[in-house]
């Protein structure tokens, strides 16, 4: 719980997290590039939107996602009604 109350904390304050400015520090002295903004926006946001990605192709995951969700759910409502 305090991790995710952090982490609310850090993106509604629009704070940069302090762990961001260590890692580049880290990053600096073993002769690697930095990165601005943080860690959501540098790895995160290419994750869920890559640079290719188009609204057909947006629709077609979105779908999947739905499909994933609604086999599951079917599948823990069964269990849930056969346990009773």
Do not use: S
């Not at 109350?5 to 990053?27: D, H, M, Q, S």
């Not at 002295?29 to 860690?39: D, I, M, S, T």
């Not at 629709?59 to 609604?70: I, K």
């Amino acid at each position: 719980m305090p991790a995710a109350v952090w982490g609310a904390a850090i993106e509604y304050g629009g704070w940069v997290c302090p762990l961001t400015p260590l890692e580049n520090t880290f990053r600096a002295r073993a002769g690697l590039a930095g990165y601005g903004g943080g860690f959501v926006e540098h790895y995160v946001i290419p994750l869920l939107y890559p640079a290719d990605l188009t609204a057909p192709k947006q629709v077609v995951l979105g779908t999947l996602v739905l499909l994933v969700n609604l086999v599951a759910y079917g599948v823990l409502v069964r269990r849930l009604l056969r346990g009773t």
